[in-house]
């Protein structure tokens, strides 16, 4: 979670160099402490950094750490001496100033501020920490939780901030060589997370840790805590998951703000989630499908396996009559086709000899040039393209990345997949925003094989345009839609949205309201989705103002994904009125009530960090010392770092990854599908089904084909063995149904021939 980089100086001989101090294990950093409180979907997490300088000069300290692109920081504070102080939100250049300033001048000052590169890494300094001092570091944020298609409820605090690739010819700062960074860092490690309000508590479960849960008797409550911090390891995210019941209830909070605070604050904030009912969208008859896979020496081991296996999977799930393409890519990257290939045997059986070789060989990562060529290609008869982008990576240029995905939004929809703790938050969520798509994290624990499945099914769904919200209010009352555009929806798929509504204090009896969701389908078809509330029924209120500050934060998402810097003064604006940090402000503060500067008023020298490594544990390495360091920390052998060249990807394999015995028995059976859905009733199939080829045969039904019996067999074997995989070959399943109603059944209905089909495997071989 936490790269710690420490500046320091010893007198003027430095000439501008920081000091190194070989062995030096006393390190200001002493506990981090994380308490969450979650509120139904949303989280308020706050992080406090307790720092004890016994060094005999001054030291300055960087700490740079992940964030959730969407989530909205909006409090910095620190006890310096006992001294409280509170950063104001400022010009991001200003900031950056009024902490130079504070440092050349002596005093004790800090900034956090968000990367100019990427929104999901943050930057937290203290500058001239005097020598014997302590200072108490506290930043707060909320986020909103995920939900997916079950109902299962997500939080994460990400530990994990990956090395950003750079690509030849973008401009960066060039990495310190001489920056001091420890890799033994030992530190106190508290995670508290109080779970109340809004919804039945049915379990709380995590994802890796050891977490220690009380639940409350009447289920509206509970408590969650790390079960021993100590054994922590920094080389994954912090992940649990929620169970709620009615958890695709529709909620409605109203947030009032306060007539003491000024512009965004003082207004009220409505945040909506609801379930619209998607069942009458039809699926899309005529696709092309694009499949961008990370080939890159980071997917090393079981994440290229999982790759392997899902790119199996989606090339027999596609619906028959489509266009397809697969293009790996690392440093370089190659299509398998030279344009996209109509779906069908030949195709198929040709992209299938390609998946066998995939392999994560293709360097470092870089995503712009292969969806560059991506897009210079023309559209087939399609004329609407699918593409499916999985990574581990992350990039320098993700702006530049998010930019050309915009510009060709109209044509082309992007799916993305963040694989593995660390992926970029940033880079997956607004690729797949700004092209209507949709963004999909997995865990190095998690099955990338369900997640993705679950997405080709959304993607099979046509997309809804033109989408809009319209209020239905009391007369006095007045509703600004945060977004404007209302997001992008799916089947099974919740929505959240934002409203600040005016005139809510003039209400008086009429106080019923509604919200009405209208988007188009093709020429013909429409959606009409309705909630109704009483307006008054729904207040609450929160001395952080949750909703304000995501309403805000998503807001300015909306603003920066526009593309270019047009919207800079509203982004400044709105972000400096709601208190929440964005690509163009920061936080900064000073101790002015310090009445002994520090080192005599003199500059602690310092070296800016644009580019660096992050490796679990906490470590921060340049360039020039991150070999040395690891070697240091986890031997010669450590299979935690692996570079080809200065500028290279990292490579992490983390210990507790998911082990693979070969190929599971449904994909094996999956592999034998044809492309068109049926299956051939041969020795493979029947080895599939644990029967014999001859018994098969033996009792086929009268005058029935032996390639349906196959298929009806196929059929049956994923319905009764593998049920509990669904996800899986749902797809899979649906074409063979889709095949065998368009053969001759001898009399039979497809339910019935596989109702019959399940009998035989029921039977001894």
């Given at each position: 979670m936490y790269g710690l980089r420490i500046q320091h100086e010893e007198?003027?001989?430095?000439?501008?160099?920081?000091?190194?101090?070989?062995?030096?294990?006393?390190?200001?950093?002493?506990?981090?402490?994380?308490?969450?409180?979650?509120?139904?979907?949303?989280?308020?997490?706050?992080?406090?950094?307790?720092?004890?300088?016994?060094?005999?000069?001054?030291?300055?300290?960087?700490?740079?750490?992940?964030?959730?692109?969407?989530?909205?920081?909006?409090?910095?504070?620190?006890?310096?001496?006992?001294?409280?102080?509170?950063?104001?939100?400022?010009?991001?250049?200003?900031?950056?100033?009024?902490?130079?300033?504070?440092?050349?001048?002596?005093?004790?000052?800090?900034l956090l501020s968000e990367s100019d590169t990427s929104g999901d890494v943050f930057e937290c300094k203290l500058g001239n920490l005097p020598p014997h001092g302590a200072a108490t570091l506290t930043f707060s944020y909320v986020t909103e939780l995920t939900t997916d298609s079950e109902g299962i409820v997500t939080f994460t605090l990400p530990t994990v901030l990956n090395p950003r690739y750079t690509p030849p010819g973008f401009e960066m700062s060039p990495p310190s060589s001489d920056a001091i960074h420890y890799t033994d860092i030992q530190y106190q490690m508290r995670f508290v997370t109080k779970v109340e309000g809004q919804h039945l508590i049915k379990a709380i479960v995590p994802k890796m840790d050891m977490l220690k849960v009380e639940l409350a008797e009447d289920k509206k409550s509970a408590n969650v805590t790390l079960d021993d911090a100590t054994k922590f390891k920094f080389d994954h995210d912090l992940s649990l998951t929620l169970e709620y019941e009615d958890v695709f209830q529709p909620t409605v909070?109203?947030?009032?703000?306060?007539?003491?605070?000024?512009?965004?604050?003082?207004?009220?904030?409505?945040?909506?989630?609801f379930l619209p009912d998607l069942r009458s969208v039809p699926e899309l008859t005529e696709a092309e499908f694009v499949f961008v896979i990370d080939c890159s020496g980071s997917m090393g081991g079981d994440r290229i396996a999982k790759a392997k296996e899902?790119?199996?999977?989606?090339?027999?799930?596609?619906?028959?009559?489509?266009?397809?393409?697969?293009?790996?890519?690392?440093?370089?990257?190659?299509?398998?086709?030279?344009?996209?290939?109509?779906?069908?045997?030949?195709?198929?059986?040709?992209?299938?000899?390609?998946?066998?070789?995939?392999?994560a060989n293709l360097g470092g990562t870089e995503i712009l040039q292969p969806l560059e060529s991506l897009y210079a290609q023309p559209l087939h008869t399609a004329k609407f393209r699918q593409v499916f982008l999985l990574t581990d990576g992350d990039v320098s240029n993700t702006n530049q990345v998010i930019t050309l995905a915009r510009r060709n939004a109209a044509n082309t929809r992007i799916f993305t997949f963040g694989i593995g703790e660390g992926a970029s938050t940033s880079l997956v969520r607004n690729v797949a925003k700004v092209t209507n798509g949709l963004a999909t994290f997995v865990t190095d624990k998690e099955k990338l094989q369900n997640k993705v499945m679950t997405v080709l099914n959304h993607a099979m769904q046509q997309p809804v345009t033109n989408l809009n919200l319209e209020w239905n209010l009391p007369p006095s009352c007045t509703a600004i839609n945060i977004p404007q555009q209302a997001p992008v929806v799916f089947k099974g798929q919740k929505v959240i949205t934002y409203a600040l509504i005016n005139g809510v204090e003039h209400l008086t009896e009429d106080t019923q309201c509604s919200v009405v969701l209208k988007g188009d389908i093709g020429k013909e078809n429409s959606i009409y989705y309705t909630l109704n509330f009483d307006l008054l029924s729904v207040v609450e209120s929160a001395d952080s103002f949750p909703v304000h500050r995501l309403a805000a934060k998503t807001q300015i998402k909306d603003f920066e994904t526009a593309g270019d810097d047009s919207e800079k003064g509203e982004i400044t604006l709105l972000s400096m009125s709601a208190n929440v940090v964005s690509r163009y402000t920061a936080f900064v503060g000073v101790d002015k009530d310090k009445k002994e500067l520090v080192d005599g008023g003199r500059l602690v020298q310092r070296r800016d960090l644009d580019s660096y490594w992050d490796i679990p544990g906490g470590t921060m390495l340049s360039y020039g010392a991150r070999q040395g360091l690891c070697d240091v920390v986890y031997g010669s052998s450590s299979p935690f770092l692996r570079h080809s060249s200065l500028y290279s990807r990292y490579h992490i394999h983390t210990l507790n990854s998911i082990e693979h015995d070969g190929t599971s028995d449904v994909m094996t059976l999956i592999d034998l599908q044809k492309f068109d859905g049926s299956w051939v009733l041969d020795q493979d199939l029947a080895g599939a089904l644990h029967q014999s080829e001859d018994f098969l045969k033996s009792i086929l039904p009268d005058n029935l084909d032996t390639s349906?019996?196959?298929?009806?067999?196929?059929?049956?074997?994923?319905?009764?063995k593998f049920a509990s995989e669904k996800t899986l070959w749902e797809l899979i399943e649906k074409k063979a149904l889709a095949w065998l109603s368009s053969q001759n059944l001898a009399g039979k209905t497809v339910s019935e021939l596989v109702i019959l089909a399940r009998d035989v495997l029921s039977s001894p071989p």
């Open positions: 007198g003027a001989s430095s000439q501008g160099k920081a000091i190194v101090l070989p062995g030096s294990k006393t390190v200001p950093l002493k506990s981090v402490g994380v308490d969450v409180t979650i509120k139904g979907f949303v989280a308020n997490v706050q992080s406090t950094l307790t720092y004890e300088n016994q060094k005999e000069a001054a030291v300055e300290t960087v700490f740079v750490f992940p964030i959730d692109d969407q989530s909205a920081v909006y409090q910095f504070e620190a006890d310096i001496d006992g001294r409280h102080i509170v950063a104001e939100c400022q010009d991001k250049e200003q900031a950056r100033e009024t902490y130079k300033d504070a440092l050349k001048t002596g005093h004790t000052a800090m909070i109203l947030e009032k703000g306060q007539n003491s605070k000024e512009g965004f604050l003082k207004s009220d904030v409505v945040m909506m989630d899902t790119v199996l999977l989606l090339l027999k799930s596609l619906p028959v009559g489509c266009f397809f393409n697969v293009v790996a890519f690392g440093s370089s990257f190659k299509w398998w086709f030279t344009s996209s290939m109509k779906y069908d045997e030949t195709s198929l059986e040709e992209a299938l000899v390609l998946q066998k070789g995939l392999d349906v019996w196959a298929t009806a067999l196929g059929v049956a074997c994923l319905q009764k």
